[in-house]
């Protein structure tokens, strides 16, 4: 926007400001997942990516079951929900927004009356929410039921801008910073709340036989929509928010809770530094990591392998593919639908529904059998277990198309910590240090710690303090562990970045070495993947002298593919 504009010409509902000037950040496609639900259902998978008022989304939260109301639900302020967790979360973490936002927020609904305005102030102080009006950067007015539909993806941005639905008053470009503001404002651990009752529906009867108890979680920080009762106990089990009576209650903040929960906090540890509260009987706080284990959709991984990939290499994805895909998980819940659209610009992927050229509906399991090369395709259409509708010839790309997009570091992860648990002591006494690794292409699941220093060595996703870190592309860190990139050139190269001890890197291939064959039991590795390490001149050694290597549920173990030494 030109210096010097006056107010009534930042008023962009006018009719000589181009449409296209107008837009906002919309989430990023796992997020889409992560929204906690509204009773009009806002995780129904219908959201569309070009709602210009996406970024509101994870702010609408379902009333606590605690909060009483003069005014029946149906009659009252929807958009009052949406204003009450924007509140809440200013007050958790309100400097933090601050810094992310620095800007003064003006929400009007024009037929809420005086609680149909409503301040976010992210520009002074730790920040501030309040009814009521303000000076603001940055000023939206809608109608309630516009803005909810607006924010629940049934009403276009676009069109409700031009249809005079929506205006917007101030700068603009501040509306790009609220994407950032909501993500860390949104409580992480609605997903996993939402993914532990898509399980008690799914497989209630196995949770049961697993937890027998009632598990109260208060995530410290998160408010009312920070507690939720997981009922492993009675009938076939049961999920709500809220609060009820426990055999044991665990309590934790937001961060520590996601950490946990993802491998990279240990439970002990967080106990020992206050960081989980438990009460009740503690023993069972023991059974908590089987049962997440149990009740995550093992799929939502690859999911997010998708994203990361068309992200990197959506092009050439692109090229492979040429359509659009839909993936029903059908015991995934609201998580378990995702698009991954190969046909367009530089493709995208999103969680949710959309038109598309090939429907792929599966069972959470199956398909990730199916995507490891454990569950034949064919046969899984055959039996039943894999439903297609639309263009059945593009179901034949699908596997190569994973292929492409996987993180083929993932393997070598997942191999490591094998070996740490089959023979930690021996890799202790090899490694000596804490080893990070980053694979700057990889997303989340690119970072991976390595502790071959403390006790009998541990291995987990994430990050920690490293004695040696090593930072590498997925390619070619993989290339270097089969041996076809040379450690020195491709440091040399700008390939292999190392921070911290660089000697320790050369301890590196003696210990993948020592862990390759763990990778076997697990079927980590096959025919189709590249052995680990080893002179690419070497003689191939063949299953006759390897009577272990059919470990691999499928397909031949790597070790097939392993050059001999001599």
Known sequence: MPHGTSDSEKDLHTTNVKPQSVYFMAPRPHQRAMLPARPTELDNGHHRADSKLEFLKPFCHKPSAARTCNTLPSVGMKSAALFDAMSAAVKTKGPELVKMGGAVFQFIIS??????????????????????????????????????????????GMQAFMGGKLKIKGNMMLAQKLQSILEA????????????????????????????????????DGGADGKFVLDLKNGSGSAKKGEDTADCTITMKDDNFMAMAEGK??????????????????????????????????????????????KTKGPELVKMGGAVFQFIISDGGADGKFVLDLKNGSGSAKKGEDTADCTITMKDDDFMAMAEGKLDGMQAFMGGKLKIKGNMMLAQKLQSILEAARMKSAALFDAM?????????????????????????????????????????????????????????????????????DGMQAFMGGKLKIKGNMMLAQKLQSILEAARDPAC????????????????GGTWQTEKDLPHATCAPVKPCARLLKPSLG
């Open 111 to 156: 037929d809420g009356g005086a609680d149909g305005k409503f301040v976010l102030d992210l520009k002074n102080g730790s920040g501030s929410a309040k009814k009521g009006e303000d000076t603001a950067d940055c000023t939206i007015t809608m109608k309630d039921d516009d803005f909810m539909a607006m924010a629940e993806g049934k009403l276009d």
């Open 185 to 220: 404002a949104r409580m992480k651990s609605a997903a996993l709340f939402d993914a532990m009752s898509a399980a008690v529906k799914a497989k209630g009867p196995e949770l049961v036989k697993m937890g027998g108890a009632v598990f109260q979680f208060i995530i410290s």
């Open 265 to 310: 906090l240990d439970g002990m540890q967080a106990f020992m530094g206050g960081k989980l509260k438990i009460k009740g009987n503690m023993m069972l706080a023991q059974k908590l990591q089987s049962i997440l284990e149990a009740a995550r959709m093992k799929s939502a991984a690859l999911f997010d392998a998708m994203s990361a990939a068309v």
């Open 417 to 485: 910590s094998a070996a740490v648990k089959t023979k930690g002591p021996e890799l202790v006494k090899m490694g000596g240090a804490v080893f990070q690794f980053i694979i700057s292409d990889g997303g989340a699941d690119g970072k991976f710690v390595l502790d071959l220093k403390n006790g009998s060595g541990s291995a987990k996703k994430g990050e920690d303090t490293a004695d040696c870190t090593i930072t590498m592309k997925d390619d070619d860190f993989m290339a270097m562990a089969e041996g076809k990139l």
């Open 521 to 536: 039991e697990d079927g980590s590795f096959r025919r189709d993947r590249p052995a680990l390490g080893g002179s690419p």
